[in-house]
């Protein structure tokens, strides 16, 4: 499909584990982003990539998170020593322009639940 | 204060009516407008992105934006059972920085 991709769609894990999140932006999108949306809250922005960098990283919420994205496309959100406050949906989006604000397209997320 | 505020509902409304869905912001330099539909365990979709001052129709949908009062608005015509959704405005001044509301729910009833 032409989309963005998530995979898993759904995690479940134990408390103190590492996850790793997987998006596949649209092909040609040089944005990527990744939000978390929790039941009943908006979406909080945690990173943003252009290209292979990552200009603004204000909302990863601890050090316990990272992203990485290589060679301008698939990147990866991994959450390590995973806590039950992490449980959420993880929204991954791509655009395709900089200086303008071009809209964000978002794939169905992964939703992340921590035991 | 938010940057942006939206009313979060529940609406419900029955099915052909004309629903209003709005949002306000604080942020003077937004000047780009999204609204999005977001279906249950669905990311969200982009229905509508405008920029400046003005309205955009696209079918049932019309988006309307007044900068002078901060203050946007989508209006769904004829609305159907499946428009039932949460409805996200966002917004951004230029750039990649995006603010997003916290949703509308929205059900119409048959």
């Known amino acids: 499909g032409a989309g963005v991709s998530q995979s898993p769609s759904n995690k479940v894990t134990e408390k103190g584990k590492d996850v790793e999140l997987r998006c596949d932006p649209i092909?040609?999108?040089?944005?990527l982003y990744w939000y978390r949306q929790s039941l009943g809250q908006g979406l909080e922005f945690l990173i943003y990539f252009q290209g292979n960098s990552a200009p603004d990283k204000s909302g990863l919420p601890s050090d316990r998170f990272s992203a990485e994205r290589t060679g301008g496309s698939v990147s990866t959100l991994t959450i390590q020593r995973t806590q039950q406050e992490d449980s959420a949906v993880y929204l991954c989006?791509?655009?395709?322009?900089?200086?303008?604000?071009?809209?964000?397209?978002f794939g169905d997320g992964t939703r992340l639940s921590i035991l | 204060q938010k940057e942006v505020e939206q009313d979060p509902g529940p609406l419900s409304v029955p099915e052909g009516a004309i629903v209003s869905l709005n949002c306000t912001y604080s942020?003077?330099?937004?000047?780009?407008f999204m609204w999005y539909r977001q279906y249950s365990r669905k990311g969200p979709e982009l229905l509508m992105y405008?920029?400046?001052?003005g309205n955009k129709e696209d079918g049932r949908f019309t988006a309307q934006v007044d900068k002078s009062s901060k203050y946007i608005s989508l209006f769904i015509r004829d609305s159907q059972p499946s428009d039932s959704a949460t409805y996200l405005c966002a917004m951004s001044a230029s750039g990649n920085q995006f603010y997003f509301g916290t949703g509308t729910s929205l059900t119409v009833i048959p």
């Open positions: 942020n003077s330099a937004f000047q780009y």
């Open positions: 092909s040609g999108h040089t944005a």
């Open positions: 989006a791509s655009s395709s322009g900089t200086r303008e604000a071009q809209p964000q397209h």
């Open positions: 405008t920029y400046s001052s």
